[in-house]
Nanobody, 122 residues
């Protein structure tokens, strides 16, 4: 079992920045961030393979968001710059990727956090 606790969400104006944190109860090899806006499906934002720092990003956030890790603290971060109103969503942390399933498929992940809300106003 892995418990995941997200933090760092909030309300910002367009163009602003936020950093989300996800603390895991133990080491995991893969971690990811997903988001879900009202009325939409949950979508993959970014993923990180902790052993090599190999990363994956959704096209919509490429060059604006950065996923990083602190292995000592079993914590993964999502730095979000140049935020847009379209980034408004509940952001979820996920862990333990199932091999062979695309990283941005929710079925690829075994554990989920409760989410942290990000609201971007225009």
């Amino acid at each position: 079992q892995v418990q995941l606790v997200e933090s760092g969400g909030g309300s910002v104006q367009a163009g602003g920045s936020l950093r989300l944190s996800c603390a895991a109860s133990r080491y995991t090899t893969w971690m990811a961030w997903f988001r879900q806006a009202p009325g939409k499906e949950r979508e993959g934002v970014a993923a990180l393979y902790l052993r090599t720092s190999n990363t994956r990003y959704a096209n919509s956030v490429m060059a604006r968001f950065t996923i990083s890790r602190d292995n000592a603290e079993n914590t993964v971060y999502l730095r979000m710059n140049s935020l847009e109103p379209e980034d408004t969503a509940m952001y979820y942390c996920a862990a333990e990727n199932r091999f062979g399933i695309p990283w941005n498929d929710t079925r690829a992940w075994s554990y989920w956090g409760q989410g942290t809300q990000v609201t971007v106003s225009s």
